[in-house]
């Protein structure tokens, strides 16, 4: 049985920190409506219309969902911003979970406060966006799945893979969860050999059939996303065509294949040339600074970033061996996956995805940095 980190009073201060931070972030910036919020709206006024959704719609069915009970609701747009924050309270509580579990009470404190103070991940919670709700919903299943790991009950299980699902309904991105989670559970096992090879055998069936469900609703977004032609241009950033990496010529898209399609035999046909280019997606996406950013932001950004990255490594160095580690290098790793086969954004939210993966280990860095600092004071003071 995993034992719950205990929430104590300096984890309840340090949340109560980060609802009145972000609640007057909301007031502040009010509704604020971003270049995909359409689909979301007009989603939910097709569903509550009784009409089925269209386009890139049905990859963000969940999310759409969620806007159209507000709309059900009378509470509007308001309402969707005040949800955000509440399912955005509930994630901060798990990251706690994650810290504490990984470095004890005062790295879970410390992790709560350096997400509240956050205001380029906190942001988002104002908008009429899916990555507000998404990386909430990523957060809760990044407990939910270690708790079913390590408990192994039957009913963890299923609320773990019901939040999968769940998240997977709000943005695309959470499907490349789902093996991901399943593979750690199977790993988290005491399974013989042969009850491993016919259980990854199952798991290799059921991923096909889940593929094979899927793919349909998630049709629209890839053809719009382009991933084809983002290929072969070399570009890193959705939208903007500088940063963009040189790449080879050929072989011609077919016309009778998809954009996804074209995009494998592209990179079959040019693997090094790919490696490169998702690799330099993934580099952008993490350095979170963008040309067309006024200097004083990126300056911001980069003072933030680098010592948090800085007592993020830190962090993983000291918690190498908890199988948690494992996990949320896991779940990071399926996110950054998408970046680099897809690009990184332009206004740099997709990074907002995966920070409460990353402060967890800042803090715990921040810690061991803090006891090592006044180990020295008092080894000074003694001497």
Not at 136 to 163: D, E, I, M, Q
Not at 291 to 305: G, I, Q, Y
């Amino acid at each position: 049985m995993i034992a719950r980190p205990e929430f104590g009073k300096g984890a309840a201060i340090a949340l109560g920190v980060f609802v009145l931070i972000n609640a007057a972030l909301a007031m502040a910036y009010g509704v604020r409506i971003g270049e995909d919020s359409g689909i979301y709206v007009d989603g939910a006024a097709l569903l509550n219309a009784g009409q089925s959704l269209t386009a890139r719609q049905p990859s963000y069915a969940g999310y759409i969902s969620f806007v159209s009970v507000f709309d059900r609701l009378g509470l509007g747009l308001q309402g969707v911003v005040a949800g955000q924050v509440l399912a955005a309270t509930v994630a901060a509580a798990m990251m706690f979970f994650v810290a504490s579990t990984i470095g004890g009470a005062r790295a879970g404190v410390a992790a709560l406060l350096l997400l509240a103070v956050d205001v380029e991940t906190n942001r988002w919670h104002a908008y009429v966006l899916s990555d507000s709700l998404f990386t909430s919903a990523l957060a809760v299943v990044t407990w939910l799945a270690y708790r079913a790991a390590v408990s192994r009950r039957a009913g963890h299980y299923a609320v773990a893979t019901v939040a999968m699902i769940a998240a997977s309904l709000i943005r695309p991105e959470g499907w490349f969860l789902v093996p991901a989670a399943v593979a750690y559970w199977l790993v988290r096992l005491p399974l013989s050999v042969a009850q491993r090879s016919a259980t990854v055998a199952v798991l290799v069936a059921a991923c096909a059939a889940m593929v094979s469900l899927v793919a349909p609703r998630l049709g629209g977004n890839v053809q719009a996303v382009g991933p084809s032609e983002m290929l072969r241009q070399g570009q890193t950033i959705w939208d903007f065509d500088g940063w963009r990496v040189t790449m080879p010529p050929g072989p011609a898209p077919r016309p009778d294949a998809s954009s996804a399609v074209n995009a494998i035999d592209y990179a079959i046909s040019h693997p090094f040339s790919t490696i490169k280019l998702m690799a330099t997606r993934v580099v952008v996406h993490f350095a979170h600074v963008r040309p067309f950013f006024s200097t004083a932001h990126n300056l911001v950004v980069a003072l933030w970033l680098l010592p948090v990255y800085a007592c993020a490594a830190i962090g993983v160095a000291a918690a190498i061996r908890e199988p948690l580690t494992v996990w949320c290098a896991t779940v990071l790793a399926t996110q950054t996956l998408v970046v680099a086969l897809t690009h990184a954004d332009w206004d740099g939210r997709y990074l907002a995805h995966v920070m409460f993966l990353i402060y967890p280990f800042a803090a715990l860095g921040l810690v061991r940095v803090a006891e090592r600092l006044q180990g020295s004071t008092k080894a000074v003071a003694i001497a």
